[in-house]
Nanobody, 116 residues
Framework: QMRLVESGGGSAQPGKSLRLSCVAS??????????MSWYRQAPGSERELVAQ???????TYANSVKGRFTISRDIAKNTVYLQMNNLKPEDTAVYYC????????WGQGTQVTVSS
């Protein structure tokens, strides 16, 4: 089993920045073996992939966040981050941390609201 706890969500004005953190615990394999991702779900919409950092260090971003968001991992802290710059109102959603290594694990989500 793996436990994922997100933090760092909140409210921000358009153009501002937020950094989300996801701390992993209670896992059996080394943290760097897991593919780590951030998903988001806006009201009335399906959950979508925002950014993925694979255990090969390959990174993928949704087209809507390319150039604005950065995913990274601190192995020593068992933490994955999502740096979100130049936020837009359409980034408003609940953001979920996701881990995969044979099984899939989800965090509880953290709300991000972007409005003026």
């Amino acid at each position: 089993q793996m436990r994922l706890v997100e933090s760092g969500g909140g409210s921000a004005q358009p153009g501002k920045s937020l950094r989300l953190s996801c701390v992993a615990s209670e896992f059996t394999s080394a943290f760097h073996f897991y593919d780590m991702s951030w998903y988001r779900q806006a009201p009335g919409s399906e959950r979508e992939l925002v950014a993925q950092l694979r255990n090969t260090n390959e990174i993928t971003y949704a087209n809507s966040v390319k150039g604005r968001f950065t995913i990274s991992r601190d192995i020593a802290k068992n933490t994955v981050y999502l740096q979100m710059n130049n936020l837009k109102p359409e980034d408003t959603a609940v953001y979920y941390c996701h881990a995969k290594r044979i099984l899939i694990y989800w965090g509880q989500g953290t709300q991000v609201t972007v409005s003026s």
